[in-house]
């Protein structure tokens, strides 16, 4: 297979099936060192810490993206007549974290949705209700890689929480959270981090001490009991991260996403990147030579590295690319195409060769129906 579909998910890679393969080995030889799990849990989250700028007591991980919106919306102290604006056709599931709030009386304002978001599109959507912004950093459905920096500069002069979810840049886009000024940031890793689904991770800009979660656990407490006894005078919240989780992790997967990360750091953020920069400028010039557009940005500067939507519509493409062996998602406009650091330019030919091929037949259909009318 021409797997072209990284942005659903990736395929396993070696290390993290090795990470997978050591920890059955364990449970199946030693019933489970959890101790020794626990402790990998703990350097993974230094892992992901540094990979992300902050410190270790600012990640919590969670199930998926979902989840860490969930908590992130339902942290946040809005009250009836609070707003939130957020972006028209971002993905839903951030949009319904915040959507749900509703029932709590708090608003929820969707603003365009153009080739370029920076700080200017918010900015005269803001008024006195306003309490928080929230987005994706990369759009699944277009490869938009929106300016969030500026969001979260222009959130920070008016005293906005900002939320954003980079669950479609991280592992290929580098991300320093601090530089985005955002109050949390929530992502899964079953994409650039390529961890299999059923992980997630939350970063909590510590200093905002006021943001709690919305439930309690023995583990999200600053002094859980060690006699396992609940006291009404002992609920005083981690002063970490850890006041968001809720524990029985998924112990496997955090193996594997510190194995991937040591992969990604090995190779260099950076360089996947602009290899998937590359394939990307390679993919729009062999589009170019067959007239087929390509929904979203054009330019480095605005688009994602590796998300790219064909204007071929799905509905008469999807099948076809799964007979020729290219695996593709459909996307609301075309289909979508999507890197990993493992692709090559062969990849894009495979590519760009099936759609001749199926184009070759249909054109010369077209000749022959045009000519049997003009005769």
Known sequence: MVYLDSGFQTPLCRPV??????FLREGFETAGPKQVWLNRLEETREKVATFLGVGPQEIAFTKNTSESMNIAANALPLSVGDKVLMIEGDHPNNAYAFLNLRRRGVGVEFIPMTEVVNAES???????????????????HAGHRFDIASVGRLCAEKGLYFV?????????????AKAMGAS?????????????????????????????????????LAE?????????????????????ELGNFNLPAIQALGAAIDLINAIGIEN???????LGDYLIERLDELDIGLVGPRERRHRAPHIYVTALPADH???????????????R?????????FNVTADIDHLIEAIRRRDVPLASAARTTALSKLA
């Open 17 to 22: 099936k090795q990470a997978y393969e050591r």
């Open 122 to 140: 918010f900015r005269s959507h803001i008024d006195d209700r306003t309490r928080a912004i929230s987005m994706s950093q990369v759009t699944f």
């Open 164 to 176: 954003v979810d980079v669950m479609q840049g991280i592992g290929v886009v580098p991300i320093e």
């Open 184 to 220: 949390f940031i929530g992502s899964g890793t079953h994409k650039g981090l390529l961890v299999p689904q059923g992980l997630g991770l939350l970063y909590w800009n510590a200093a905002l001490t006021e943001l709690e979660p919305d439930y309690l656990a023995t583990i999200s």
């Open 224 to 244: 859980p009991p060690a006699d396992f006894i609940a006291r009404v005078g002992n609920m005083a919240l981690a002063p970490t991260a850890g006041r968001f």
């Open 272 to 278: 996947i990147q602009n290899h998937c920069f590359d």
């Open 317 to 331: 493409w999807l099948e076809y690319f799964k007979q020729s062996g290219i695996r593709v998602s459909p996307e």
């Open 333 to 341: 406009d075309g289909i979508r195409v999507s890197f990993g650091m």
